[in-house]
């Protein structure tokens, strides 16, 4: 199986996992990446059952629209029974790494309003301890040389992400050779520091539910 069938696999047992949760009234919660592509493709065929989503991305409030699945403001949406949304690592404890596509910060204001939050995956985003993907941090422009002076001194290797600007007209930082042994009190630490918008360290709100991918079918990890 290639990476797109697991990515694929993964969506329909998603939209498999919440369809019982939904009624007409639902609003889902709509994460960014390949991965919640795939899943937005298979929530499309069901969107009868629910009333709308919310997008954690410009590009994820696109892909929803163009299938004729209206689209909420989050500050319109009092509650959200289910998030749905990849990562790029995930750890035992089901603490992750996101924000490899930029959207780390709504990601993480959606999965805060969620009840639950499903993760999905493939299994090469199953490590033991987090951090051999570089850390995504968004932070504001004028901050970006600050941080990244602070980062250094936390032990971290901060890269500038190029010619990108989040959908919130910030900068991201990917900070590589973090030692992520405490994943809960490096995301605290990360957002004190002044000009972080947030760090993609989802540790004090982990994931609930991961669906991970495998070449011999999708496991449910709680
Ligand atoms: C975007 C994210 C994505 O969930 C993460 O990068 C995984 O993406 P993909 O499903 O394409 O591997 O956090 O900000």
């Known amino acids: 199986m290639t990476q797109d069938e697991m990515k694929q696999a993964v969506a329909q047992a998603a939209v498999e996992y919440i369809r019982p949760k939904l009624n007409t009234d639902s609003i889902v919660g709509v994460g960014t ?3 919640a592509n795939c899943f937005i493709d298979e929530l499309a065929k069901i969107k009868h059952l629910f009333d709308g989503a919310v997008a954690s991305s410009e590009a994820t409030a696109e892909r929803l629209k163009s299938h004729g699945i209206e689209v909420y403001d989050l500050n319109e949406v009092n509650q959200m029974d289910v998030y749905i949304d990849g990562a790029d690592e995930f750890d035992p404890h089901l603490n992750l790494v996101k924000g490899g596509g930029g959207a ?4 993480k204001i959606v999965a805060a309003v969620a009840k639950e939050f499903v993760c999905i995956v493939d299994s090469s985003k199953q490590v033991d301890i987090l951090g051999d993907f570089p850390l995504p941090v968004e932070v504001i422009p004028m901050a970006r040389s600050y941080v990244a002076r602070e980062l250094v001194k936390l032990q971290g290797v901060p890269e500038y ?5 989040t959908d919130n007209g910030n900068v991201i930082l990917d900070v590589y ?3 992520i042994l405490s994943p809960k009190a490096l995301e605290t630490k990360l957002n004190n520091l002044v000009g972080v ?3 993609g360290l989802f540790a004090n709100r982990g994931a609930d539910v991961v669906l991970m991918a495998t070449p ?7």
């Open 33 to 35: 990446g390949s991965t």
């Open 104 to 107: 780390l910060t709504r990601e």
């Open 161 to 165: 992400r190029e010619g990108f600007v």
């Open 177 to 179: 050779d973090l030692d």
């Open 197 to 199: 918008v947030t760090n």
């Open 216 to 222: 011999e079918g999708v496991e449910t990890l709680k």
